[in-house]
């Protein structure tokens, strides 16, 4: 099952940090970096559907227990939740680091262009999870009064490290740089469109 | 008791983890079971040794420091003791080893060192509990698993190591099973394969690389397919049995399961194997180095890159001097881009911490550049800090014939698994025959031998002496070269020394490397950025090396048969030894001779102005003086008494035995007039304070090539000044500066033989 997603090259510029009016050159090299990123980066994800209670302070996520109130807004009366993880893999990041030396002004571009990537990708992911239709906004670790520190509790939940090579460094930075874990909201339709077998709402 | 896993079947077991899901905490780790339900720890073990594993490995994966904290020990031994008991003598206990759940640097903060050592204390705390085996396993990491394996190997106990594949045949990082194996099997492993991500058919491809990269016995643990978004499996146990028929037959010998199988799995497999004989594999793989993506074999000639080398270096030694590793990195870069397949790394200087400098280089260059590298160092602790550093299996430059240097070197070469360069000189100098370099050649393999270094990983080399000096040095180098290729032994050759001091020097050097590449040389270190190298080295792949080295180099020049007409001045300068002998005698008819001598030394004066501009080199610079030596003894015949200029005495410092440039400085003082006391090589601070006081010398002069003696340069200087003997001190040497030189406290930094003639001239007149 390929993913396939467009990089946006607004989204990319402005990631790269470009505001206003610029020359072609940068579009150049913004063409480039677009280019390079779909060709070099191997991207996986992974998810697993939790069934979800909140008593407003707390969240219960397939047993993994997280402190916020941001996140219990968000899933109230809600009873799954989606919990992904996407990744470009390690090579852009080689990449990215090796034109940091010879060409610093593409280093940046690509880094946007990456940053772009995942976003767009990660869309893509949820697009097919829950099947056609807008997707929700993503929430995640480190978001609103959802201490970061849960990334390593999301990895582990999700075994994405043996399964899609995604660790959490000890500052919970997670490695590769263009990954991300993210709760997303399963909007509820009718059980038989939907795609999620083992939703515990199913009726 | 030493187990051999070799030329049979073996059968271990399948997931443990798969077994427990749900039955721990969320959030919690399954090793806690050790504590809390060691009964179900034990049941699942007792599963797989009645299936007929005769190996299982402990429920310890995620049991280290980083994950599991303050009570790692006591889990590991928990872990030990219930699959021991649960083993009964039925089977062997593996303490499984997982990786630590964070990167390593680059990719992420974790270091190298830490990560050794939290891998250290989780096996000596499974070796103490009374594991039979460690195995490392699931890690994707080639660095992770090189710190695992170092660690692991100072247990005395076997070790197994496997990676983590996907199906595109590389691991998460990038890291190819070619590479593995080599890193693997260098350091040591009894066993090396592949576990996880992947179901059995996806791991067929990457077995069969794993069999062709290594001759010890290859394990197989794929997963039972691949979970879906609920955990389950989609490989039945008879599709996975299908599967492992067909690895079997490839020579994979130790199978099991991991993610996703049960003793349902392992029964069948056992069922299998009963069935099965054992398929013997070979390596096809040749020797070779490589970084965690790219393996360099030696089939045709490799390019070792050697501009990351401060020696004769202006701009390196000063980006090392000031710790801009961006320039360091920006040189690596531009010869891998330039065609070089190896880089060689050397970051000698006095007065800076090799060790510690060149861990940082071989971190930074090997982080943003893929090559294989060669650690270039005689400094032991430089030579450690680099090996164990570098991630993928690296050249060490150099040994020699000293026993000393081969008792000091080896065994650092042994326990990182590298290769390593011979050079064919010991402490007597290089010798100037063929046979003298193969005698020192093999005493190398033989002391390789001693410290169970295989003769294939050996490159000798046989040394590049400038034709400067001596236009015969270049065929030597090509007869040794090519009797060592006729014995099957490596070579490799620094090929820009052939043409120190000459003019042409890239027209010398190409021609050069592609004379000793048709002799059968198997590496050349070059500046790969000079497209002529790269040209006579393309020439040389494609077969269309010249066979002939042409000593024959375009200085321009005139004979004696010529010379009419030509003053002093210019039989000087032209080397013209019979004319100048006639010149000067005619001078001596209508000159005083201590005139002749102040014409004499204002010609040989001028010869050293040209030098210094450039526009005459060094093997004319050596023939003018040696007309002035002849002039001078002419002179000596009328006036004896004149020959007194002073006494120099010189000297190559303890440690260091070249003296090339030491001999040349010796020839163009004496050929000036002074009388020059040559120490020789090698001599300590001792003899040269004996000397001194003997000769009641004004002026001594020191030499040294090496950094790693630049510092006894430095301890002979403090001798003398201790001693307060009363003379002027000159040094010199390609890494030494004047910076160094004022740093140690000598009076005169000497660039070259003529600087040392005007600071002669200036101390004693």
Redesign the interface.
């Known amino acids: 099952m390929k993913t396939t997603f467009n990089i946006d090259v607004d989204e990319v510029k402005r990631y790269a940090g470009f505001k206003g009016a610029h020359d072609n050159k940068l579009d150049l090299l913004v063409e480039r970096a677009i280019s390079e990123v779909l060709s070099t980066i ?1 991207p996986r994800a ?4 939790l069934s979800v209670t909140t008593d407003g302070e707390t969240v219960n996520a ?4 997280m402190k916020s109130r941001d996140l219990s807004a968000l899933f109230k009366d809600k009873q799954s939740t989606v919990l992904l993880c996407t990744t470009l ?3 852009i ?2 990449s990215i ?2 034109y940091s ?2 060409e610093p002004a593409y280093a940046i571009c690509l880094d946007g262009a990456a940053t772009a990537a995942i976003e767009a990708y990660t869309d893509e992911v949820q697009k097919e999870i829950i099947g056609d239709g807008e997707i929700s906004g993503r929430f995640s670790a480190g978001y609103g009064d959802l201490d970061i520190s849960y990334q390593s ?1 999301i990895i ?2 999700l075994n994405a ?5 995604v ?5 919970y ?1 997670l ?2 740089m263009k990954s991300v874990t993210a709760f997303a909201d399963v909007p509820c339709k009718s059980c038989a469109d939907c795609k999620l077998k ?1 939703c515990i709402a199913r009726k | 008791m030493k187990i051999d896993f070799n030329d049979r079947l073996i059968l271990s077991d399948g997931a443990m983890g798969t077994s427990l899901d749900g039955k721990y905490p969320v959030g919690s780790s399954p090793e806690f079971l050790n504590i809390t339900n060691g009964k179900l720890i034990a049941s699942v073990h007792k599963a797989y040794v009645d299936a007929g594993a005769q190996i299982i490995y402990t429920n310890t994966f995620g049991a280290n420091v980083l994950k599991t904290g303050a009570m790692t020990e006591e889990l590991i031994e928990r872990g030990v003791k219930i699959a021991k008991e649960a083993a009964q003598d039925k089977a062997l206990v593996a303490l499984d080893v997982g990786p630590l759940g964070e990167m390593i640097e680059p990719i992420g903060s974790l270091t190298f060192d830490k990560a050794y050592d939290v891998f250290l204390t989780t096996v000596q705390a499974g070796a103490k509990a009374g594991a039979d085996i460690i195995v490392i396993e699931t890690v994707a990491d080639l660095q992770e698993m090189r710190a695992a394996i170092l660690a692991a190997k100072t247990t005395g106990l076997p070790v197994f190591a496997t990676m983590t594949f996907t199906s595109g045949g590389t691991t998460f990082t990038g890291c190819t099973p070619e590479s593995f194996a080599l890193v693997a099997d260098s350091l040591g492993v009894d066993a090396l394969g592949a576990n996880c991500s992947v179901g059995p058919f996806d791991l067929i491809p990457i077995a069969e690389r794993l069999l062709s990269a290594t001759d010890k016995p290859v394990i197989i643990k794929a997963n039972a397919g691949m979970p879906d978004s609920n955990g389950s499996y989609d490989i039945t146990p008879d599709q996975f049995i299908d599967a492992y028929g067909k690895l079997i037959d490839k020579g994979v010998s130790i199978v099991g399961g991991c993610c996703g199988t049960t003793p349902a799995y392992i029964a069948k497999l056992n069922k299998l194997i009963e069935t099965k004989s054992y398929v013997p594999h070979k390596r096809t793989l040749s020797t070779a180095v490589c970084s965690a993506t790219k393996v360099v074999t030696f089939e045709k000639l490799t390019v070792i890159g050697e501009r990351i080398n401060p020696t004769g270096k202006k701009l390196m030694k000063a980006a090392l001097y000031a710790h801009d590793y961006d320039y360091v990195i920006k040189q690596a870069i531009e010869q891998r881009m330039a065609g070089a397949d190896v880089l060689d790394i050397n970051c000698g200087l006095p007065e800076l911490n090799e060790p510690e400098v060149i861990e940082t280089i071989v971190k930074r260059v090997s982080d943003v550049c893929a090559l294989p590298l060669q650690i270039d160092s005689n400094n032991k602790d430089a030579v450690e800090k680099g090996l164990r550093i570098f991630c993928g299996r690296a050249i060490v430059n150099s040994v020699n014939g000293e026993r000393k240097v081969l008792d000091n070197i080896l065994p650092l070469v042994k326990k990182y698994g590298a290769m390593v360069v011979g050079l064919t000189l010991d402490e007597n100098g290089i010798p100037d025959t063929v046979q003298g370099r193969l005698t020192i050649a093999e005493r190398i393999l033989k002391a390789c031998e001693e410290y169970e270094i295989s003769r294939n990983d050996v490159i000798i080399d046989p040394l590049t002496l400038t034709i400067a000096t001596d236009a015969d040095n270049a065929q030597v180098t090509i007869d040794t070269v090519k009797a060592l290729k006729a014995k099957g032994i490596k070579t490799v050759l620094g090929i820009s020394n052939i043409s120190f001091g000459m003019p042409d020097r890239e027209k010398i050097n190409a021609e050069f490397l592609r004379s000793t590449a048709a002799a059968g040389l198997t590496l050349a270190i070059i500046n790969p950025n000079v497209v002529s190298m790269m040209e006579a080295v393309v020439d040389a792949r494609g077969g269309k090396a010249a066979g002939v080295f042409n000593a024959k180099v375009n200085i321009k020049g005139v004979s004696d048969e010529n010379a009419e007409g030509f003053d002093i001045n210019d039989c000087i300068r032209e080397g013209l030894k019979k004319s100048g002998v006639d010149k000067t005698k005619e001078l001596l008819k209508e000159h005083k001779p201590l005139e002749v001598i102040e014409i004499l030394t204002a010609a040989l004066d001028k010869v050293g102005d040209l030098y210094e501009k450039g526009e005459l080199y060094l093997p004319q610079l050596i023939m003018s003086a040696e007309v002035a030596k002849l002039a001078f003894d002419e002179v000596r015949k009328v006036l004896p008494e004149s020959s007194d200029k002073g006494v120099i005495v010189i000297a190559t410092v303890k440690g260091d035995i070249h003296d090339i440039g030491k001999n040349i400085v010796k020839a163009v003082l004496s050929n000036y007039g002074y009388q020059v006391v040559d120490l020789g090589k090698n001599v300590d601070e001792a003899k040269v304070a004996d000397a001194l006081k003997e000769t009641g010398a004004k002026l001594l002069g020191l030499s040294a090539l090496m950094t790693t003696t630049a510092v006894n340069m430095k301890e002979t200087v403090k001798h003398i000044r201790e001693l307060s003997i009363d003379c002027k001190i000159m040094v010199g040497g390609a890494v030494i500066t004047p910076e160094f030189a004022r740093e140690i406290g000598a009076d005169y930094y000497a660039k070259d033989a003529n600087a040392s003639v005007k600071i002669a001239r200036e101390v004693l007149g």
């Open positions: 191997k992974i998810h697993k559907i397939g047993g993994l227990v893999g390690y090579e990041d080689k680091s090796e030396l010879t509790d582990k939940l490290t043996k399964l899609i090579g660790s959490v460094s000890s500052s930075l490695t590769p083992y």
